[in-house]
T-cell receptor, first 114, second 111 residues
Framework: ETGVTQSPTHLIKTRGQQVTLRCSSQSGHNTVSWYQQALGQGPQFIFQYYREEENGRGNFPPRFSGLQFPNYSSELNVNALELDDSALYLC?????????????FGPGTRLTVL | QKEVEQDPGPLSVPEGAIVSLNCTYSNSAFQYFMWYRQYSRKGPELLMYTYSSGNKEDGRFTAQVDKSSKYISLFIRDSQPSDSATYLCAMKRTGANNLFFGTGTRLTVIP
């Protein structure tokens, strides 16, 4: 069984640019959540996708947006990057039966904004 | 006040010691409690998952939830150098979509 995978592993952008991060959920998982983890902090919830629709959002501005595809994979898009967006971005998927209660994380994408 | 509080450490213990990691929380609606282990530059790995109050044991790991005190604990017996990592507590309300995390406690087990 393949776990959650994310790409790219890391990337460097400059302020004002746009970035797209990708996530493939674990086999059998239909719910994908995205989190931002700043250095030395716990992950903060960005949003969740279920059946290709946003299904809850944390305290993040609209320049953070996402998509979920029919195969349950997902993208996180961030526009107008700011220095504070530098963080580890984590994707988590949840099994069909758990309704999102048990979340399994991918390795993350480390984003640096200069 | 943060919804979940966790001492960031760092915590250093000798190999073989019993480790106690703790979190407190303020929201009495939390019903699901988790512990994740995160190695440096990796994603969090689910260690323990508990619903409501009580104890759960899995090998060298024991998770305890005391909802009356809004306090959860993770105990690691016979700690090993490979246990050196950051331990994150997380919790969730029934029907909610998101996990609330503590800041993580950095643990080092010294051989």
């Amino acid at each position: 069984e393949t776990g959650v995978t994310q790409s790219p592993t890391h990337l460097i952008k400059t302020r004002g640019q746009q970035v797209t991060l990708r996530c493939s959920s674990q086999s059998g998982h239909n719910t994908v959540s995205w989190y931002q983890q700043a250095l030395g902090q716990g992950p903060q919830f960005i949003f969740q996708y279920y059946r290709e629709e946003e299904n809850g959002r944390g305290n993040f501005p609209p320049r953070f947006s996402g998509l979920q595809f029919p195969n349950y994979s997902s993208e996180l898009n961030v526009n107008a990057l700011e220095l504070d967006d530098s963080a580890l971005y984590l994707c988590a998927s949840s099994p069909r039966t758990s309704g999102g209660d048990t979340q399994y994380f991918g390795p993350g994408t480390r984003l640096t904004v200069l | 006040q943060k919804e979940v509080e966790q001492d960031p450490g760092p915590l250093s213990v000798p190999e073989g010691a019993i480790v106690s990691l703790n979190c407190t929380y303020s929201n009495s609606a939390f019903q699901y409690f988790m512990w994740y282990r995160q190695y440096s530059r990796k994603g969090p790995e689910l260690l323990m998952y508990t619903y409501s109050s009580g104890n759960k044991e899995d090998g060298r790991f024991t998770a305890q939830v005391d909802k009356s005190s809004k306090y959860i604990s993770l105990f690691i017996r016979d700690s090993q150098p490979s246990d050196s990592a950051t331990y994150l507590c997380a919790m969730k309300r029934t029907g909610a979509n998101n996990l609330f995390f503590g800041t993580g406690t950095r643990l080092t087990v010294i051989p």
